[in-house]
């Protein structure tokens, strides 16, 4: 307890370890989930400017102008001082970064696709003998189409996310408009009248069910991913601090004290273990605050535990010995601060890449995903999703823990063994 | 007179290294003694002391401390040991009083009797109205003093000293040199490692000087000085024992 109490004393006077454990993260918490809540709002409710350059002048790329001006969040940009864009000036505005997106729709792709369709419903409907079959014609008329390529130019600094999604849109619009297409020349060639009911009546329709457990689970949101994924890492960050810690205590000399005292290397340990996990539990409780009662004053969903409050807590002290051992196991093995520092910092960014801090782990390559099953943060974040998201209970999470606390025993006992052989060395 | 220490055919390589630290060396330190360990650099001083202070293990041979083996007591040995390190080995952003506590804890006092016995330590080394200040305030002289208080509070059998007196002012090293004397005098026996030859000529009762990583000479003070012809002070007796070629070691 005594050494608790001065590891406890010797973080109360330092100011840039505090930071470090305490208001850092707090700063992260509040940027990233600001930052990415706002970007989902940007994306969702402002509108996004694309530059149309309509070469076609024809059916067609009316028909894309048209479906591009009714869609939501989609301003469209077709003329800069009253004068229509070529493909060089589209291609020059979003190059220079004024514009992320342009589409550039090619010459006589309304007529190749009139052409082509009107081609295949003849076929269609003359197979069924509803048209007449024009003998004397049909030799001259055409079989092949010229492939019409639309362009689509993207910023540089796009990124390869907002490109696939753009993509889809895209191609689902072009894909409405063929449809329609089709339909106006079935409706054309058999004389009837148009019905705009044929294309609106939807056959199909997704219903989004979130597959929870219980019946009285929340909807997901980015709050929720957010908010334990970055206690997470703030949690890990400890790594940093507690390594330095040790280093310090090698380069002041005060590990000669320790060692020569009767008190055993594992004790000593032990009172760093109880003071950072007790940091670690309280950083946990300050993010959580934040989360409740900060986010909702800044305009971000509130994130209340309720009743998983003590699960959650317990996947924040498991995760806390984990992070401990690491940062254990750095201090010990580096020779200066220079090496502790650096090294914890980047360990625990890539951990948490590896862990799915930033990108959801069965969205990596197959090869990360098998890496990703090794990283500590990774344990702790699916512990947190199964409490949070998927309803879980403390059985659920039962695995991960175990993963989290052999990760924190095989740390410390590394940690122990190199100092004994280096001792005996 | 009473050994307190005995070292037979001490042997310490280090991994890596192809030479021996310490090769078959042989000691005895008699109760009471204030031993000074001397010699040029990498000749085995600090390992010895490391080995003794049960920070680094031989690779051979053996250590008795008042009759106990090391390997099988080696805790109840620590525990009546008091190590000064060079180092100031002190915690910079806590209060003397705070950094005396810690370390006294670590030997098993308790409570009140340790915080009397850092009240009287900080007395007699003239730190009282310092006391709650942190040591990163304190100048060298300071620092020095409660670094010894820090290895004396449990009273210890043996005190170990590595460089005592470095960067110190006169004023300061008279109160160290003035304390260690009371604390041989009750009974603690010192073992001293230094480069101030002079210093260790005044202080020590007995002398070893180290080379190579054998002990070269032992004896009193005075002893050694007569048995060089010519010399006059123990500075002399060193640099006719161990040559006055630089010793660099990497």
């Given at each position: 307890m005594v050494s608790a109490y001065k590891e406890i004393m010797l973080l109360l006077r330092d100011w840039g370890g505090l930071a470090i454990l305490f208001f850092m993260p707090s700063v992260l918490i509040i940027t990233i989930t600001l930052i990415q809540e706002s970007t989902f709002k940007a994306v969702g409710e402002s509108a996004l400017p694309i530059v149309l350059v309509d070469e076609d002048q024809g059916e067609i790329g009316s028909l894309i102008a048209q479906n591009m001006a009714k869609a939501p969040n989609v301003q469209l940009i077709d003329e800069i001082d009253g004068k229509p864009l070529s493909d060089a000036q589209a291609r020059a505005l979003v190059s220079d970064g004024k514009y992320q997106i342009a589409l550039v729709i090619p010459k006589g792709i309304s007529e190749e696709l009139n052409e082509k369709v009107n081609h295949n419903v003849d076929k269609i409907l003359g197979e069924f003998s509803l048209t007449e079959a024009d003998t004397s014609t049909k030799k001259q008329e055409k079989t092949t189409w010229e492939v019409k390529e639309i362009t689509i130019y993207f910023d540089p600094a796009a990124g390869q996310t907002f490109r696939n999604s753009m993509k889809n849109s895209i191609e689902q619009m072009l894909s409405k408009v063929e449809v329609e297409k089709i339909y106006a020349v079935f409706q054309g060639q058999m004389g009837m009248?148009?019905?705009?009911a044929l294309l609106n009546d939807e056959i199909i329709t997704f219903r989004e069910v979130i597959?929870?457990?219980?019946?009285d689970g929340i909807i997901p949101n980015a709050v929720q991913h957010n908010v334990p994924a970055w206690i997470l890492f703030g949690i890990f960050f400890i790594v940093v601090p507690l390594g330095i810690n040790l280093v310090k205590e090698k380069n002041l000399g005060t590990y000669i004290r320790l060692r020569t005292s009767p008190v055993s290397y594992a004790i000593i340990l032990g009172g760093k273990i109880i003071t950072y996990t007790v940091i670690c539990l309280i950083q946990f409780v300050l993010m959580l605050l934040i989360a409740k009662y900060i986010f909702p004053l800044i305009g971000l969903i509130e994130f209340d535990p309720g009743p998983k409050l003590p699960v959650m807590v317990l996947i924040a002290f498991v995760s806390g010995l984990a992070a401990i051992g690491l940062g254990i196991l750095i201090g010990t093995v580096a020779e200066t601060q220079e090496q502790s520092a650096p090294f914890g910092a980047i360990f625990v960014i890539i951990l948490a890449a590896l862990g799915g801090v930033w990108v959801p782990t069965f969205i990596m390559p197959e090869i990360m995903q098998k890496v990703s099953a090794f990283s500590p943060m990774n344990w702790g974040i699916s512990a947190f999703y199964d409490v949070i998201?998927?309803?879980?209970?403390a059985a659920d999470i039962a695995q991960p823990l175990c993963y989290l606390l052999l990760f924190f025993a095989v740390t410390m006992t590394a940690a122990i063994f190199y100092d004994k052989r280096h001792q005996a060395n | 007179m009473e050994e307190i220490i005995r070292v037979g055919d001490l042997s310490k390589r280090y991994a890596g290294s192809g030479r021996y630290a310490l090769n078959k060396l042989s000691l005895s330190i008699a109760k009471n003694e204030i031993f000074g360990l001397l010699g040029p650099n990498g000749a085995g001083k600090t390992t010895l002391i490391s080995i003794l202070c049960g920070m680094v293990k031989p690779t051979s041979g053996e250590l008795w401390f008042d009759s106990m083996p090391y390997r099988q007591h080696r805790r109840r040995i620590q525990q009546q040991i008091g190590v000064v390190p060079q180092e100031y080995a002190l915690y910079p952003t806590l209060t003397a009083t705070e950094n005396l506590y810690y370390f006294g804890s670590l030997y098993g006092l308790r409570s009140s009797d340790l915080k009397q016995r850092i009240a009287d330590g900080l007395e007699r080394v003239g730190l009282s109205d310092f006391a709650?200040?942190?040591?990163?305030?304190?100048s060298g002289g300071m620092q020095r003093r409660v670094n010894i208080l820090a290895g004396i509070l449990h009273q210890p059998h043996v005190l170990f000293l590595d460089?005592?007196?470095?960067?110190?002012d006169v004023h300061s090293k008279e109160v160290i040199m003035k304390l260690l004397k009371e604390l041989n005098t009750q009974g603690t026996t010192i073992i001293y490692s230094s480069h101030h030859l002079n210093e260790a000529q005044q202080f020590c009762t007995k002398i070893a000087i180290i080379d190579e990583g054998k002990i070269i000479v032992e004896g009193q003070p005075q002893q050694l000085i007569s048995a060089?012809?010519?010399?006059?002070t123990l500075e002399n007796v060193f640099i006719h024992l161990t040559g006055s070629q630089l010793r660099d070691y990497a």
């Open positions: 009248d148009n019905d705009p597959a929870q457990k219980g019946k998201l998927r309803n879980g209970t | 709650k200040r942190p040591i990163k305030t304190f460089e005592p007196t470095v960067g110190v060089v012809a010519g010399a006059t």
